[in-house]
């Protein structure tokens, strides 16, 4: 409801300022396509906490390194993630010098991202870096209102993740065991809806019949709670990573002391090179 | 150096093809330049990489070796990760090469961030553990900027001059740690911009993506969170290299939105 409300002031305040200065008035009607590159920047954050009595030093210093980090979208070599799209787009214009633009495109990512995997099981539990986050390909519509080539708005960004193979043996003992506290899993698939906000600039260069637009979008969900889902799966990571090596077991491997996950939020920035053409007015 | 290159290269390749592909020279025309200031508010995204290894396989160490290789340590004011915002205030310069390309360069200055959270070293002893109650500041920053562009898009880059206070009370660990650290880096980015016309003035609106594309973190950063990973999981503890940082890298996002106005033409 929060992302709906921020969506509809988003567009309100445009849509205001553009009818104080002109008279709406649909006149013309352009469709057309677009490609885009996008750098995406991806992480999740875990709010963590220490659970339990007499929780040791190697607990509470990996609720502090949770605490300060973000799990990222990452191939491992610290980039960024690059991803590619195409979409159609309907541009209206709704005053002189004022327009609004919808784009309904499907997006996908160049390359998995590095995963934490568990990979040991009960009782002692152990995660590496060698887990694989896979981003299936997403459908966004975005809608944009502005003036003279510059544009506010959205885009919804709809995003699937496969989750690391983690051993089964060691998920089925960890499911089964009494180390779990809260009912998490591990989801085979994750999904992470969120809304994204910012600008869009363009020019347009007039080609015969058509138009073709070049343009540059910057967009970010300015850090939202994640989807359920998402926070589900992070919340069993999390409480994985509180029994690790044994911590928070006592001498007869009941759970004394683990890592809860308070809340998890996901921070998306977009920034995006698109190329698109228009077509004749409809 | 080769941040040097890179900003040469992108500033060069439009400046090229404005020159090549409208066959004519860069000329004066009917103004020269304009100078004016210019007001910005952002949304900043850094954070830093750390590459770990432990060669303490099946233990708690190789678990936070993988935590840090598949995260990064975020500058954020708390464990919600919200992104940081700033403002920042500049003296701009228009210089028009043609009747279509304009260079801008920018001087500008932005006060620091909030806070961030922190890791800090909490014990006093050789079992030190981590805690996220250290607070890391973020000081003014010098931040140079220069694009080149057509029809009010621009590619540029912008140098982010940034320095940062560690945070303090790492216990026995304090006499290892650097109090201030830099942090600079070479922003890649475009800039889009519109002039309104306000009572007769011309109002500049623009906004800008930037990014560093990650880069390598100054040798002093670097340097502060190998001291600070090293004193909890190096030789202090059970033995040689149980988390060992091999390097460290600066992510840094930056969304803004601009609005300035000219006062004087040549």
């Known amino acids: ?282 | 150096m080769n941040a040097l290159l890179k900003t040469c290269c992108l500033l060069l390749t439009p400046l090229v093809f404005a020159n090549v592909s409208l066959g004519r020279e860069i000329k004066k025309v009917h103004e020269f330049a304009k100078f004016g200031v210019e007001t910005q508010v952002n949304l900043s995204k850094i954070s830093w990489g750390l590459d770990t290894v432990s060669a303490d396989t099946g233990s708690y160490y190789e678990t936070a070796a993988a935590i840090l290789n598949t995260s990064s340590i975020a500058y954020t004011s708390d464990e919600n990760k919200q992104p940081n915002f700033g403002i920042g205030l500049s003296i701009i310069g228009r210089l028009f090469l043609s009747d279509t390309y304009t260079l801008i360069t920018r001087f500008g200055i932005e006060p620091g961030l909030d806070d961030s959270i922190a890791l800090r070293v909490t014990d006093n002893n050789n079992i030190g553990r981590f805690g996220s109650d250290g607070v890391l500041k973020s000081n003014y920053t010098f931040a140079p900027a220069a694009f080149l562009g057509m029809k009010g898009m621009y590619l540029g880059a912008m140098y982010e001059a940034r320095s940062y206070e560690t945070p303090r009370n790492h216990g026995q660990a304090s006499a290892n740690l650097t109090e201030s650290v830099k942090d600079n880096h070479l922003l890649y980015g475009f800039r889009v911009e519109r002039e309104v016309l306000v009572d007769n003035a011309a109002v500049l609106i623009g906004v800008e993506g930037m990014s560093n594309l990650v880069a390598d973190s100054s040798d002093t950063m670097m340097q502060y969170y190998k001291d600070v990973i090293n004193f909890r999981g190096g030789t202090a503890v059970n033995g040689a290299d149980e988390l060992e940082v091999t390097n460290v890298h600066t992510k840094m996002t930056k969304l803004s939105v601009t609005l300035g106005a000219a006062f004087l033409s040549l």
Not at chain 1, 59 to 72: F, M, P, Q
Not at chain 1, 149 to 157: K, M
Not at chain 1, 251 to 275: F, G, I, P
Request: charged share 20%.
């Open chain 1, 1 to 282: 409801m929060t992302r709906l409300l921020k969506s509809c002031l988003c567009f309100s305040v445009s849509a205001v300022f553009a009818s104080g200065s002109a008279n709406i008035d649909f006149t013309t009607f352009r469709v057309g396509a677009q490609a885009q590159l996008h750098l995406l920047d991806i992480g999740w954050g875990v709010n963590a906490a220490v659970r339990g009595s007499n929780p040791s030093a190697e607990v509470i210093s990996l609720a502090g390194l949770l605490n300060v980090s973000e799990g990222d979208l990452t191939d491992g070599s610290r980039s960024f993630t690059y991803g590619f799209g195409a979409g159609l787009t309907v541009r209206a214009d709704i005053a002189e010098d004022f327009n609004i633009l919808a784009r309904i495109g499907v997006e996908g990512v160049v390359h998995d991202a590095v995963a934490l995997k568990l990979s040991d099981g009960t009782p002692n539990k152990r995660l590496s870096a060698d887990g694989f986050f896979s981003a299936k390909s997403v459908i966004s519509p975005a809608g944009f209102i502005g003036y003279k080539g510059l544009y506010l708005g959205f885009v919804y960004d709809m995003r699937e993740y496969d989750t690391p193979l983690h051993n089964n043996m060691h998920v089925d003992a960890y499911l089964n065991s009494d180390d779990k506290t809260s009912g998490g899993a591990f989801a085979k698939t994750i999904k992470d809806n969120q809304f994204l906000f910012g600008f869009r600039g363009e020019t347009e260069y007039d080609i015969g019949g058509a138009a073709l637009i070049i343009g540059l979008e910057g967009l970010s969900n300015i850090g939202s709670k994640s989807d359920s889902s998402t926070k589900d799966y992070f919340n069993s990571i999390t409480e994985a990573i509180g029994l690790v090596d044994g911590e928070g077991l006592d001498a007869n491997n009941n759970v004394e002391s683990t890592l809860v996950q308070r809340a998890l939020y996901s921070d998306v920035t977009k920034l995006s090179l698109t190329l698109g053409f228009l077509f004749e007015d409809l």
